[in-house]
């Protein structure tokens, strides 16, 4: 079963220069939502080469798919559309240089992790108005108590003690509302812990006893560590050997076995898991026209990530 779940790896910050799409043109594009107005949206694409403001309307098609990656599916209001969902988006550019959609897909999975992220950023955004507010608030009372220093130098003394006190309130609730910021901004970046790489036989998508060895010594690594704020991405990979479709479908075997056998042996919570992809004959290690290097690109990638926002760097 294919486990797909939202691709954090690929949320940025919102300031992030956005592409114009000409008036009239029809448009495909699959990436991440990375911020949400009230009838916009912004989605970076999968590979991070683009950025597009996205406009939605009454007539715009919302809907989950329940069969591969984008098809068929339920209908959903488009209060559903969240950051950090994978979506794919089809439409025509405006005179603004917007996509204007007609249709917005996505997958059920990822919406729940979406809405899980949600939830675990919400509390940031609260903190970081509820410090805004302290920061004008505090702001206010130094202006005040400055108009007032006009009664000699002993009180001139004393409110220059309070404006010292108001100047240090305002100083910390700016720190905090920072390092909610930081880490909200965080959510979006990952730092790459280690690589394992899992070989495979030729046509096939069983994990081999020597990729058995490699994952459970690598299990066996993690369990020393510290893993807050820890990922996994599953890649897998085929040679140039058969047929490109045949090879794609491979792939995502391959990767699927490996998620299989990490969660059946060691429980990996599902929430930990960025979307699962096979990449077919696509970025070969080495050069299929050697047995060697065929058999070096016949693999899966474990990858694993460490999220800046969760971990609270």
């Known amino acids: 079963m294919v486990i797909l779940v939202v691709v954090l790896a690929y949320m940025t910050d919102a300031r992030a220069q956005t592409t114009s799409v000409p008036v009239g043109q029809k448009l495909e594009v699959n990436g991440v939502i990375t911020s949400r107005g009230a009838d916009t949206f912004t989605v970076r694409t999968l590979d991070k080469a683009n950025t597009y403001n996205v406009t939605i309307s009454p007539e715009t ?3 989950s798919n329940t069969k591969g990656i984008f098809r068929g599916g339920n ?8 950051r ?4 794919q988006v089809v439409g025509n550019g405006n005179d603004a240089g917007e996509l204007v959609a007609n249709t917005v897909r996505f ?6 992790t979406a809405q899980s992220l949600e939830a675990r950023m919400e509390p940031y955004e609260e903190q970081t108005k509820s410090n805004t507010e302290a920061i004008s608030a505090n702001k206010q009372a130094i202006s005040s108590n400055t108009e007032r220093i006009t009664a000699g130098e002993e009180n001139a003394k004393r409110m220059s003690g309070q404006i010292d006190e108001n100047t240090a309130l305002a100083q910390k609730a700016q720190a905090e509302a920072d390092r909610a910021n930081n880490r909200i901004n ?13 070989p495979f036989a030729v046509g096939s998508s069983s994990i081999g006893p020597k990729g058995k060895a490699i994952i459970d010594e690598a299990a066996a690594w993690v369990k020393t560590q510290d893993r807050k704020g820890w990922m996994v991405e599953v890649v897998g990979y085929a040679d140039s050997t058969g047929n490109t479709a045949k090879n794609k479908t491979l792939s995502e075997r391959r990767a699927n076995s490996v998620i299989g056998y990490l969660v059946s042996k060691y429980n990996l919570p599902l929430h930990r898991l960025i979307q699962p992809f096979g990449a077919g004959v696509d970025k ?22 460490k999220n800046k926002g969760i971990a609270g760097e």
């Open 107 to 112: 997958n059920e999975q990822d919406l729940k």
């Open 186 to 198: 965080g959510l979006g970046e990952f730092d790459t812990i280690k690589t394992i790489v899992v």
């Open 84 to 87: 950090g969902l994978r979506v």
């Open 75 to 82: 209908r959903y209001d488009a209060g559903y559309l969240l």
């Open 284 to 305: 070969p290690a080495a050069t299929n026209e050697t047995a060697e290097g065929r058999a070096q690109n016949r693999r899966v990638e474990i990858k694993l990530l």
């Open 61 to 63: 098609s919302v809907k």
